[in-house]
């Protein structure tokens, strides 16, 4: 039976993939599990948006829509071509929430740099969505050799993050009702393919880069780790969080290693080009506050925390629901 | 507010696009309204599938979900590169009835000579959606300079069908609870790029092509019609409608010229080339009893239907609710 923790990107997901669709799907590109998969110089990535609620502090979801869609294609280092967006409402949806919504795709959509091409519109029954889901596919094209993906990673790799985590996560669980937090965060959603390009401009050698959305930083490092076979090792004390942030999680009982994000991603690259990598994205508004947080190196694929007391955490893929419906 | 006729392919879904979507999203690509995007030799498209039930004779929601998007390429001409999948899953759903509609969507892919690529999967809590809904897309190359689109049909061309109409949804109507028409019936739900295919090795010069989904095939002749500003002339006799089809309409009260189908297409190509196209189809299992149905002229946009008699009904702009979730 599916269970709610299926789609929280961790370990039930990965099981439901592995055990359920795979087997009968399955074909090499599929099997890679990239953000998005690449055909020939195409690249292609689909993303079904369900977030509750549908308005948050730094976004919506139509501004998520777009965004988690084009970001999916820049971390193969594809430039968007067209997007295309299907619309599940709920019969009784109010139309000016369905604007503002549209509204806000439209914006991300400039921001971005595309355009939506193509849509889809369903209605179901009363009672039989929650008020509007929206999937969004993206068609990017590769430009010369930059090809990122996780399986690229090295040992000696230097283990980047262009910002501040958990923003996302912590500003959706803000406003969920019951949870008195309210007004001091906002989420980072944003289109981020002009860090990829930033760092595409520095000529920086590129290994791996994924936006940590599900999951969070941890899962990703996790699933650049298994691909790539290497170990990871992070510095707890080096990962940017705001404060605020890190005062919910602990409320909440989060650890902001595992909370989404929208407007970030994780970037594995040369040792030589990690401080012309940092400079590069620091160039961007966007990436202000990126930094290194660890380093690549051989040894059984994972991931470790180094404690700011030198102490040793290996960190697990979650197994269960962390954020529901989160993105 | 959302009524569920804002999904029926009809008016009232036109009215949406035209007042609520293409306003902001707006974009030469997008208000081509086609069924596929084409954007330089790449075509897209997307569509949300929320059929219930979710199996039915003849088909399911898998089988619907892949076959609804490869069409959608066929129409613009185009050979598919791949697909997406997006699946939104109520939590509950019974593994096996996922496992079913998954291998369903393989069989058909293969059918069809494509593979699904990427895909994402999203649980919803109980309630919040109706067991599973699927968003395929896809992206196709358009191959040398057969460009069919529903602004190039011209008056004098032969309009042609390729088969039967209001198979698929029939068979949808007929298992639903209440509709006592069971095992009479089967969806002709299947991919037709083969017809395409072999309108293109028999080089007919096909001006516009349709897959007569909502709305039925009078939707997509009123579409072209205002699409290429001509008036269609349609002879009711020579529509192709399976006597038990034609008994189940009337019984229900429906007009099968407006009842979806999911394997089938409308063309129109010239004169000259009808005869070579209708050989053509009709080489194909899928074509059988493809055969012409009327004749493009110049006039008003407009379709009118001719009587056994030889009276003269102007078909209308289906409004409202047709056939709700039927595909």
Known sequence: MILMGHGSGGRLSQELIAKHF???????????????????????????????????PGGDLGRLAVCGTVNDLAMVGARPIGLTAAFILEEGLALDELDRIVASMAEAAREAGVEIVAGDTKVVARGAAD????????????????????????????????????????????????????????????????????????????????????GGVAQSLLEIAHAAGVRVSIDERAIPVKPAVRAACELLGFDPL????????????????????????????????????????????GCD??????????????????LPRIC
Not at 161 to 172: L, P
């Open 22 to 56: 795979l087997p009968k799907l399955g074909n090499g590109v599929l099997a890679e599990l990239g953000d998005s998969a690449v055909i020939g110089d195409l690249a292609l990535t689909t993303d079904a948006y369900v977030v509750s609620p549908r308005f948050f």
């Open 131 to 214: 008020g509007v889901f929206i999937t969004t596919s993206g068609v990017g094209r590769l430009v010369g050799d930059f090809r990122p993906a996780p399986r690229r990673a090295a040992a000696g790799d230097a283990v980047l993050v262009s910002g501040t985590i958990g923003d996302h996560g912590v500003a959706v669980m803000s406003c969920r009702k019951g949870i008195p937090l309210e007004g001091a965060f906002a989420s980072d959603v944003a289109p981020i393919g002009a860090l990829v390009e930033a760092l595409r401009a520095a000529r920086v050698e590129v290994h791996a880069l994924r936006d940590p959305t599900r």
């Open 258 to 301: 595992y909370v989404a994000n929208e407007g970030k991603r994780v970037a594995f690259v040369p040792e030589a080009d990690a401080d012309r990598a940092i400079a590069a994205l620091r160039g961007h508004p966007l990436g202000a506050r990126a930094t290194r947080i660890g380093t690549a190196t051989a040894g059984d694929p």
């Open 305 to 322: 925390l180094v404690t700011p007391l030198g102490a040793r955490r290996s960190l697990r893929m979650a197994s269960g629901e962390l």
